[in-house]
């Protein structure tokens, strides 16, 4: 059975009914809004906001199972890296120390360095349930639709279109191929040394690469056939209005802007949020 992993599967709900359009300025709002401001207290509201729209949106869990790994294991990483080579950037940045142990003269662990660690995988964190709700509750053609209702070529937005088409069929090709190759005898389990795990993996993305330019000739000599860019406009099947809740929706994403960038220059005084004043 092949996964479903990042399909488009269509619903009725509040979600998944508004317009491409709409849910991409939300998502640029609403991931700017966090990536703007380092007050932990906006960023924990914005994060909130974003599983509370993950639940909504009723995304089944096993879809974003597999890169709900990686994510966790790429904040790990970067919570530890972000010590090991900043110890002190905490002190820097809000003016104070409250030391809470010591390794030795380098590694400090204080109450600053943690806030701001803590404040930068939170920030990284709110942003991953809104690209994966746009990724997911997204029509690829409605969207493209939408693009080109607000003056982008209707090229660039068919391009785009193709693109989040083709995200989940790369994925399910990539899996077709790792267990054709393990059913041959490659072994990618944590048996074999990394560098062996490497150069196995190596058999899998080779395969997957001329898979894709493969498919990509395919769908450009589909797309000559039927005389695509020949003239200048085209109209679009999937196309729809903005309606009443789309204008409502992307007035609430950019008030959430709005207000991070106001929190910051007339709340704090900067992007930081100091407690330790």
């Known amino acids: 059975m092949k996964s479903k992993l990042f399909d488009y599967i269509d619903r009725d709900n509040f979600i998944y009914n508004l317009s491409g359009l709409t849910k991409l300025v939300a998502f640029i709002c609403l991931t700017f809004s966090v990536m703007f401001s380092y007050d932990i207290r906006y960023i924990i509201f914005v994060l909130v906001l974003s599983f509370c729209f993950f639940r909504i949106s009723e995304i089944s869990f096993r879809q974003v199972r597999t890169m709900m790994i990686y994510v966790g294991v790429f904040l790990l990483l970067n919570f530890c890296l972000t010590y090991l080579f900043s110890p002190q950037y905490g002190t820097e940045i809000y003016g104070t120390t409250h030391e809470l142990f010591r390794f030795n003269s380098r590694y400090t662990v204080t109450l600053e360095q943690i806030l701001y660690q803590l404040t930068k995988i939170l920030k990284y964190a709110s942003g991953i349930p809104l690209g994966i709700i746009f990724l997911l509750t997204t029509n690829p053609s409605e969207f493209a639709a939408s693009l080109n209702r607000i003056g982008v070529s209707y090229k660039a937005a068919y391009a785009l279109a193709l693109t989040l088409r083709y995200f989940p069929d790369m994925i399910r090709d990539y899996q077709d191929i790792s267990l054709a190759q393990q ?63 789309d204008y409502l929706a992307m007035l609430f994403s950019v008030a959430v802007l709005a207000g991070s960038i106001c929190v910051s220059f007339f709340v704090n005084g900067s992007r930081f949020y100091n407690p330790f004043v």
């Open 183 to 245: 059913s041959r005898g490659l072994d990618l389990s944590k048996k074999e040394k990394l560098g062996t795990r490497v150069k196995n993996m190596m058999n899998i993305f080779v395969p997957l690469i001329f898979t894709t330019l493969d498919r990509i000739e395919l769908i450009s000599n589909a797309m000559d056939l039927r005389g695509f860019g020949k003239h200048k406009k085209r109209t679009w099947y999937a196309g729809k209005p903005l309606g009443r809740n």
